[in-house]
């Protein structure tokens, strides 16, 4: 699946796909679902995971400042507070808009 247009609107993503679906992802839930290593964590070769403590996010961590392209299979947001790091493949995004 692919994105066609991806709009931040107030509190939410909106995201146009291909096959003609919407989707809304709450920026709430965009950010707490970030693939980085430093929040889901990184797996060593013998499956062991490895992940940083938990942290209280601020306010400011939900408020999107900047969406990148990321060549054509996904995007990478810029939060607030600085954080950046996450890249989110379209087919990641459409499992975070079907959570509830």
Known sequence: MRALDIQHIGSELA???DDGGESFIPLERLRRACPG???KGGMD???NLYKNPDKP???N???LVK???VGSYGIQPSWADGHNTGIYSFDYL???????
């Open 61 to 63: 961590a939900f408020l």
């Open 15 to 17: 995201v146009k796909w």
């Open 94 to 100: 459409l499992r975070i808009a079907a959570e509830k």
């Open 67 to 69: 969406l990148a392209s």
């Open 57 to 59: 996010l601020a306010a």
């Open 45 to 47: 070769i013998l499956g």
């Open 37 to 39: 290593a430093g929040w």
